[in-house]
């Protein structure tokens, strides 16, 4: 089965046949040139055999191409010896006549050179092997034992040139390994110029950490990755990754997710990260950098979402159980499916091959979010470290993964050269603190930054308590933000002062009640008095009267009386 790569519409179209090695047929735009012979060429080491088996396992297995290994060095029981580790079973597929295993035994010291040498049996041989079940794959292994006994350059490049020629007659996609020489490509110096593809292997030692990178040396008809690409062999098969810069095209999203601390998405006015970004979360030792971590895992496997940890300093085990001490419970995400551990030792491998392993996991776990725990147990150049961290966070941003990074800042800057080298590849930058007062040690954290979000700018005291990641509300005290004992007691003093103003307001609204009481009873003094004064005056108005009257009428009677006389 092929695959057409795409190009331009005024340009010839070139077939590609699909190697089925992870990162590789991305590199290539499709495969390597379908129905012609690739040069794969290294050092002793590097990989070139299983590169060669992996094409034809691939091949077989899932795209129902036939395939001829001929041998120049391993015996076939050797062969399938070999790639057993990688869950190859090679003896299967020759069985199912997907699969033919030619050892042709080469002998140097049995080869001498008499008259005209040519290819013509090799030819006959490798043709009765591809006819026999249909190969469209084949691959040659190594060149160097094939023509081991020549001295003659001018044979031997006339060889060279019609083995690739016969091959291409063949229409099979071919790849022949050779070793690489001295100052050139290959030893015979003419492999790489007949070949219509290169891939270069390599296998390099720095700092006695070893790492194995690729490169597409030559492409005739297609446009391909140009630049050297880190590529794994393990338990798992080849697996290469195929970005050496960031891009800046990835979608993004509006959604937010909970950073599992309700005091933190407080923090946040989107009430979270946004899902997607990369977050920093960088302190010194011992302020729950992971812990926090844990609670971002926590709710998001609460959601139902998967997560992907990358642990660098404790084994899963421990994290586990480390955890647990504060109510967070990673265990049953775990046997849930949900979460997955994948730890190892910063030394076991340089930093391209941990991003080569980052790439894999990502692409078979297929995770909502991942955690890198710490960035800071790397050691190295601080631009290998930012390439690294740059090319990690673009492949979860072309995914849309929640990408949280922990680092451990150094005790005298609590802003370390690294963090600060990372920095503008972060969307949120949080960052925990201990403060030291009163004797005691409390911690706090405070947001840096946060993209496409506002946020709080206060210092906010923290516990790590046996239910989790607890906020303290602020506290600001004349001499700035209180925390720990030094808060305790500014609280308990404000309690006093509260107390003792409550006190003198009841006081007072107490007097005031007393005077008020005393005020109504002298104004119903006063009223009775009133009322009784009003009653004596108007008994006294009414005698007043009633003796007017009495008067008035004695005295009428008095001049009645008077009259008469007259």
């Not at 290294?42 to 395939?67: D, H, I, M, Q, S």
């Not at 490169?215 to 393990?234: C, M, Q, W």
């Not at 080849?238 to 309700?262: D, E, M």
């Not at 407080?266 to 971590?293: C, E, N």
Request: aromatic share 6%; proline share 3%.
């Amino acid at each position: 089965m092929t695959t057409l790569a795409g190009s331009h519409p005024s340009s010839p179209q070139v077939y590609k046949t699909p190697t089925g090695i992870a990162g590789l047929d991305e590199l290539t735009l499709g495969g390597l040139p379908g129905g012609r012979p690739t040069l794969v060429c290294g050092a002793a080491g590097c990989g070139k055999t299983l590169f060669a088996v992996t094409f034809l396992v691939n091949g077989a297995v899932t795209y129902g191409e036939p395939g001829v290994f001929m041998s120049f060095e391993e015996r076939e029981q050797d062969l399938e010896a070999n790639v057993a580790s990688l869950n190859y079973r090679l003896e299967e597929l020759v069985a199912q006549k997907k699969l033919c295993i030619d050892h042709v035994y080469i002998e140097r010291a049995e080869i001498e050179e008499s008259g005209d040498y040519d290819l013509e049996g090799l030819f006959v041989r490798l043709g009765h092997a591809i006819d026999s079940i249909g190969a469209k794959r084949v691959v040659l292994d190594t060149l160097e034992a094939l023509f081991a006994g020549l001295s003659d350059s001018r044979i031997l490049r006339s060889e060279l040139r019609r083995l690739f020629a016969w091959l291409k007659s063949k229409g099979v996609t071919a790849i022949i390994t050779g070793e690489r020489g001295e100052g050139q490509l290959t030893r015979y110096g003419i492999e790489e110029y007949v070949s219509d593809c290169v891939i270069l292997l390599d296998n390099r030692v720095q700092d006695q950490i070893s790492t194995r990178r690729l490169r597409v040396v030559k492409y005739r008809g297609s446009a391909h990755g140009t630049n050297e690409y880190p590529f794994l062999i393990d338990e798992h098969g080849i697996s290469v990754l195929p970005i050496t810069s960031a891009g800046l095209a990835h979608n993004v999203s509006r959604k937010v997710v909970s950073t599992g601390v309700p005091g933190i998405d407080d923090m946040l006015s989107a009430g979270g990260y946004f899902q997607g970004s990369s977050v920093l979360i960088s302190g010194l030792a011992g302020t729950g950098k992971s812990t926090m971590a844990a609670a971002f895992v926590d709710a998001a496997c609460t959601r139902g979402e998967r997560c992907l940890f990358f642990a660098f300093e404790e084994s899963p085990e421990q994290i586990i159980r480390n955890m647990s001490s504060v109510g967070i419970q990673l265990q049953q995400h775990v046997q849930s499916g949900l979460l997955h551990f994948e730890a190892a030792r910063p030394s076991l491998y340089g930093f391209e091959m941990h991003l080569a392993r980052m790439h894999r996991d990502i692409e078979r776990f297929k995770p909502s979010a991942v955690i890198v725990d710490p960035i800071s147990a790397f050691s190295g150049p601080s631009y290998e470290i930012h390439a690294t961290l740059l090319r990690l966070a673009d492949v979860c941003k072309s995914r849309g993964l929640t990408a949280i990074f922990t680092s451990l800042s150094a005790a005298a800057d609590a802003s370390s050269e690294r963090e600060r080298s990372v920095s503008s590849l972060m969307d949120t930058w949080i960052s925990l603190a201990d403060v030291e007062a009163n004797g005691e040690r409390n911690r706090v954290l405070y947001v840096i930054k946060a993209r496409g979000m506002g946020h709080s700018k206060q210092l906010r005291e923290y516990q790590l308590t046996s239910h989790g990641f607890k906020i303290i509300d602020a506290y600001i005290g004349p001499d700035g933000v209180l925390t720990g004992t030094a808060r305790l007691a500014q609280e308990a003093r404000e309690r006093e002062d509260t107390a003792r103003r409550q006190q003198a307001v009841e006081l007072r609204r107490r007097e005031l009640q007393r005077r008020h009481a005393a005020t109504e009873r002298q104004i119903e003094e006063l009223r009775a008095q009133l009322a009784l004064d009003e009653v004596e005056t108007n008994m006294f108005i009414e005698q007043e009267e009633n003796r007017e009257a009495m008067l008035g009428a004695t005295r009428a009677e008095m001049a009645a009386i008077r009259g008469k006389r007259k």
